[in-house]
RNA sequence: GUCCCCAUCGUCUAGUCUGGUCCAGGACAAGAGCUUUUCAAGCUCUCGACACCGGUUCAAAUCCGGUUGGGGACACCA
């Protein structure tokens, strides 16, 4: 039975490496059958935060990395005291006593070569003597996490350690401590590391957002879990969008690629847009929702699931992310209409009172209020007023939602209803007339 | 400074293990065009890479060595 686990400490959000550490250990165990754990590594009594904690939790629920087993280091501060006091009794560690009478146990490095065979890398060999001894408790009682991990990956049976690249060094130091205890070896595999544009690791400023901000920035939660994919492991044939359920089957961690990458937020932008155009309108609508709340929209025709659908569907194709909706489409939730002023310059500067108060005519004897309808009369009226379609097209839009760019102007005119629509161009020809 | 990892278009990658099918394929981005009612989407096209040097070989992106470059680690943080 294969079992990997994912070890974040709650000292911090769950962010791009940390996610991309915890799909390829949830993968590896979905794809083998094997169990996936979580392990807490809470031992910073300080830094540590219940906050985070529930921020990794609830970010991980939302990539959907179930875990199947969940540990708290904390707990488990006795076995580490333990087993570090039968290390001190074989005589493989000593006490150092510091000038304020604290202990901490310290484990004897031997000269010696250690290899490690990674799954992704292969052989790598290290040379002990550039390893100085390991604390393997503190002075404060807390143990070390080189000590803490070791203990936990033989007790907790994991058979396969999937990590960042950084913890290579870390390896040796461990490895030994594997075999002063007694314990199998696991093996590993060290991921290559997700750099951020200008290099070097992800930071705020390079793009080490939290999980959650992805979340509220309006991405969903299959494309970022897709691009993250894509980063160091490729389907094949050419792919680029694959569904989790078919990753999981193609899988295999020795397919992982050795180069560190560059995390690019356009390719991200990219896929997401790609999913939201795959996903049903309904449920796309749903999504959309908390993201118009977020910007005010709470009553009205907001709170009608119905009427967001049918609005949703004409924004869907062109949107990158959820919360692009409430920007683009706020003309249809509000009548204070937001008015882009070099907009208004461009398309309404001249005075149009005269068609406008034409297609109002138009509109109320329109038979059939419906998007073909409404292109129809349109038509024929701009053909009896002898001007080219496009003049009127980009007044009208600007005039009815204040903006230059959207859907096709009838559906407008269609889902902002005759009522609507005859307001707001009836303002602009008071306007001109006063 | 010491140790370790890595090296194909600007970015993500296919190809490298098992040398010839690769004057290197795809995607994002960028640029051009088509479509059009604006934007987006879509479609078509263009730009663009095997880091360098040497070796092995009839043949090297692919194997070997070195150089250079990038990254990581060297804590009583995790």
């Not at 540990?71 to 006091?85: E, G, H, L, P, V």
């Not at 690019?264 to 929702?289: F, H, M, R, T």
């Not at 008015?339 to 149009?352: N, P, V």
Request: hydrophobic share 40%.
């Amino acid at each position: 039975m294969i079992r990997v686990r994912f070890a974040p400490s709650p000292t911090g959000n769950l962010h791009i490496g940390g996610a991309r550490t915890a799909l390829f250990n949830w993968l590896y165990a979905r794809a083998t059958g094997g169990k996936f754990v979580l392990r807490i590594e809470d031992t910073d009594q300080v830094r540590s935060k219940e906050e985070y904690l529930d921020e990794i939790r609830n970010s991980l629920q939302w990539v959907g990395f179930t875990w199947d087993e969940i540990y708290y280091q904390s707990q488990r501060f006795d076995t580490y005291r333990q087993q570090a006091q039968r290390l001190l009794d074989e005589g493989k560690a000593y006490v150092e006593r510091s000038p304020e009478g604290k202990e901490a146990i310290i484990y004897k490095v031997t000269p010696q070569k250690i290899r490690v065979s990674d799954l992704i890398r292969g052989e790598i060999e290290f040379d002990a003597q550039t390893i100085k001894d390991q604390v393997l408790i503190k002075s404060d009682g807390t143990p070390t996490y080189n000590f803490a991990c070791v203990i936990d990956d033989a007790q907790m049976q994991i058979t396969h350690v999937i990590r960042g690249d950084d913890h290579i060094s870390n390896t040796p130091k461990q490895i030994l401590m594997y075999q002063a205890l007694g314990f199998t070896v696991p093996l590993f595999a060290h991921l290559p590391l997700i750099l951020g544009a200008e290099g070097g690791r992800l930071s705020k400023r390079t793009g080490a957002t939290a999980i959650s901000d992805y979340r509220k920035m309006g991405y969903l939660p299959q494309a970022l879990v897709n691009y993250l994919l894509l980063l160091s492991w490729a389907p094949g044939a050419d792919q680029e969008l694959i569904d989790i359920n078919e990753a999981i089957k193609r899988f295999d961690i020795k397919d992982v690629n050795k180069t560190a990458a560059t995390f690019d937020l356009k390719k991200l932008a990219w896929i997401n847009n790609q999913y939201i155009k795959k996903e049903d309108p309904g449920k796309l609508s749903e999504l959309v929702v908390p993201f118009l709340r977020e910007k005010g929209f709470t009553s009205g025709r907001a709170l009608d699931l119905d009427y967001v659908a049918s609005i949703t569907k004409l924004f869907q194709e062109r949107l990158a992310t959820l919360a692009d909706f409430p920007d683009w489409a706020d003309f249809f939730f509000s009548d204070d209409v937001k008015m882009d002023e070099a907009a208004q310059k461009k398309h309404l500067s001249a005075d149009l009172s005269r068609e406008f108060s034409l297609f109002i005519e138009r509109l109320d004897t329109l038979a059939d209020f419906d998007v073909a309808g409404i292109e129809q009369t349109f038509r024929e009226l701009v053909k009896e007023l002898n001007i080219e379609a496009r003049a009127l097209i980009h007044p009208i839009r600007v005039a009815l939602t204040g903006k230059t760019v959207g859907p096709g102007l009838f559906d407008v005119i269609y889902y902002l209803g005759k009522e609507r629509t005859k307001k707001r161009l009836m303002q602009w020809v008071k306007r001109s007339q006063s």
